[in-house]
């Protein structure tokens, strides 16, 4: 059974930093596309960030860019995202998830880890 653990998430002040791990389980995420996303309170579940399965090629929402960097080790099945230079408008619970594939086509994902950024 496929499973996403995220960590890393918690209370930081703006400009500050903070990096979500998430980790898989169940099958290897060496050649799959993954990603983060976030949800904000009343608010829709949106894409943050993407990474193909080499790690080569990133993607982005234009909101984070600049300011986040997603990487992926593929030796520990594990995605990171980086958060930089933080703003409350990032506070949101962020989700890890995964594809089956090189594509994204988000098919796995973890149960979110909350990021709560102070002004």
Same mark, same amino acid.
């Given at each position: 059974q496929v =499973? /996403?653990?995220e960590s890393g998430g918690g209370l930081v002040q703006a400009g500050g930093s903070l990096r979500l791990s998430c980790a898989a389980?169940? @099958?290897t995420f060496s050649s799959s596309a993954m990603g983060w996303f976030? =949800?904000?309170p009343g +608010? $829709? @579940?949106v894409f943050v960030a993407g990474i +193909?399965?080499?790690g080569k090629s990133? /993607?982005?929402a234009d909101p984070v860019k600049g300011r986040f960097t997603i990487s992926k080790d593929n030796a520990k099945n594990t995605v990171y995202l980086q958060m930089n230079s933080l +703003?409350? $408008?990032d506070t949101a619970v962020y989700y890890c998830a995964a594809s089956a594939g090189p594509n994204y086509d988000f098919r796995f994902w973890g149960q979110g880890t909350q990021v709560t950024?102070?002004?």
């Open positions: =499973q /996403l653990v389980s169940g @099958r976030r =949800q904000a +608010k $829709e @579940r +193909k399965g080499s990133t /993607l982005y +703003k409350p $408008e950024v102070s002004s």
